[in-house]
């Protein structure tokens, strides 16, 4: 019997990197998945996946930044599946990174708004069926970034969406403990995804910000990681094993933000 066996698993983002190698983690242990996210193409093709090799598994087209398009999403995760248990507050951009005087107000806004306000809203809308439910888990997605290291040049929205949803996590836990429900966050460090295709970066060799690390890296696996690595660790907060856990960012780095 998987660790998370009749357990209903709301994953945003679910369709690449951590979401999805989150979801597989999650629906090898028994765990029916419902991954939400834009990329339609790539979240039927990880449903399929699923599916395939035995897994119970549903793409919902979900726009984090957009309150009605949540809803609806979780709406059809819990008619799909008769309830939530998990919640994987997952999906995220890097955005723009850019000098703070040349960051324009509609790029911090796109950033926060998918970041922070989607993990809102995809808390707020699922708390409900968690309530219901007796208890859950709720996970948020943050970074090393905003949280303890600042020196990435030009990440100022970025890292800001990332300490706000720490600061949430923590009100949220302290909120919920009452009705059995824990809320955590995992802070990745360098992991192998494409997000860091999905970045802009500009003129952010002008704000100086320049950080050697030892040659020789001494952390855990040179400090690289795989998606794979922060899906055990949200197995452990989504299951049993983490039952008197709550309020805590764990950070899956293999140490190497303590060099910064």
């Known amino acids: 019997m998987g660790m998370l066996e009749g357990k209903v698993a709301f994953i945003t983002g679910g369709a690449s990197g951590i979401g999805a190698g989150t979801a597989r983690r999650f629906a090898q242990e028994g765990a029916r998945v419902v991954l939400a996210d834009v990329q339609s193409e790539e979240g039927e093709r990880v449903r399929n996946e699923i599916t395939g090799q035995g ?3 549903l793409y919902v087209h979900c726009d984090v930044s957009d309150p009605e ?25 890097n955005g723009v990174w850019a000098p703070i005087d040349e960051l324009q107000p509609d790029e911090w806004d796109r950033t926060l708004g998918i970041n922070l306000k989607g993990t809102y809203l995809t808390v707020h809308f699922a708390v409900p069926h968690l309530k219901r439910r ?11 970034n905003g949280t303890r290291t600042f020196s990435t040049p030009g990440a100022t929205a970025y890292s800001t969406s990332k300490a706000g949803q720490v600061a949430l996590m923590k009100m949220v836990a302290l909120e919920l403990g009452r009705h059995g429900i824990r809320c955590n966050a995992v802070c990745p460090g360098a992991i192998e995804t494409n997000i860091e295709e999905r970045t802009e970066e500009r003129d952010t060799e002008e704000i100086g910000i320049e950080v050697e690390l030892p040659e020789g890296n001494p952390a855990l696996h040179g400090g690289q990681g795989q ?5 055990d660790t949200c197995l452990f907060l989504a299951s049993d094993l983490g039952r008197h856990v709550s309020g805590v960012e764990i950070y899956v780095d293999g140490g190497a933000s303590l060099l910064r």
């Not at 007796?134 to 090393?144: E, H, L």
């Open 55 to 57: 897994g119970q598994a």
């Open 134 to 144: 007796g208890g859950g888990s709720i996970i948020i997605t943050s970074s090393v």
């Open 227 to 231: 998606p794979v690595d922060v899906a």
């Open 69 to 93: 398009s949540v809803r609806q999403a979780i709406a059809a995760a819990v008619q799909a599946f008769g309830g939530l248990d998990i919640v994987f507050a997952n999906a995220g951009i």
